[in-house]
């Protein structure tokens, strides 16, 4: 089963923003969602899926070089949705988009996370 949602995907041109919502899929896994790491990744066709930033508590959200500057993680008020706002998009940044939960704040790899989203698509046009 699919714990986590994102949603907010879609066509951008180049230099635009999106932001990306990324809620618990169910009331029991919203414990789970508030209390542990959340992170963004990103994967094109035929390449690795990559780290693109995470959040938790009693930290600084942290960045992958590629989108530091551009990009910001964040949690609601109510802590029950982690957002991702990207603005000055590039061409490059198309991929789909997971938001995936960690249990404990160690490597930024997406294997270290056991919960994900089903991803969605973002396509940035030149």
């Known amino acids: 089963q699919v714990q986590l949602l994102e949603s907010g995907g879609g066509l951008v041109q180049d230099g635009g923003s999106l932001r990306l919502p990324c809620a618990p899929s169910?009331?029991?896994?919203?414990?789970?969602?508030?209390?542990?790491?959340i992170g963004w990744h990103r994967q094109v066709p035929g390449r690795e899926r990559d780290w693109v930033a995470r959040?938790?508590?009693?930290?600084?959200?942290e960045y992958a070089p590629s989108v530091k500057d551009r990009f910001t993680i964040s949690r609601d008020n109510s802590e029950n949705t982690v957002s991702l706002q990207m603005n000055s998009l590039k061409p490059e940044d198309t991929a789909v988009y997971y938001c995936?939960?960690?249990?404990?704040?160690?490597?930024?790899?997406?294997?270290?996370?056991?919960?994900w989203g089903q991803g969605t698509q973002i396509t940035v046009s030149s």
């Open positions: 995936a939960a960690s249990l404990r704040y160690g490597s930024t790899a997406p294997d270290q996370y056991a919960y």
């Open positions: 169910d009331n029991t896994f919203s414990h789970v969602f508030r209390r542990n790491v």
């Open positions: 959040i938790s508590k009693d930290v600084e959200p």
